[in-house]
C-alpha cells in the first residue's frame, strides 16, 4: 500500500515547536521522538493532509522546500484517485526519487529504472505581505 506522508523532522530542543504546529492544525498528526536526538510530527491520513495541502496551497513557502512541496501535493493527488496501476506506481517512485531523501535501497532495488521527475527551481523568495 501506498500511503503519502508529511512530515517534519527537527532536533529535540524544538519539540515545543512541533506542538504549536500540531495545534495550528487544529490538532492532527502525531509528534514523535526519533533517532539522534530528534523530534517528528507527522500526518498521514488524506482527510488530514487534505488540511496540510490546502494551507499551503493558500500560504506558500517561500524557499526550495516549496518545490518538495510541490511534487509531494502532485503525488497526494495521485494517491487519492484510487487504487493504483503500475504506472501511477512508476511516477510516484519518480516524484520519490526527486524528494529530499531520495529513494530508498528497497526502492532502488525494484525500480532499477526510475527516472526523478524535474524539481522546480523557486525563484521568488520574498515573504509577501500578511493578508
Known sequence: MVQPLFAIHLNE???HLLGIIQKFFDGVGRINRGANNSVLYTVSSKKDLSLIIDHFDKYPLISQKQADYLLFRRAFSITSKGPLDSNSL?????IRASLNKGLTPELIEAFPLTVP??????????IPHSE
Open 117 to 126: 521527475v524535474y524539481r522546480s527551481k523557486i525563484e521568488n523568495q520574498e
Open 90 to 94: 512508476l511516477e510516484l517512485v519518480n
Open 13 to 15: 530542543r524544538d519539540f
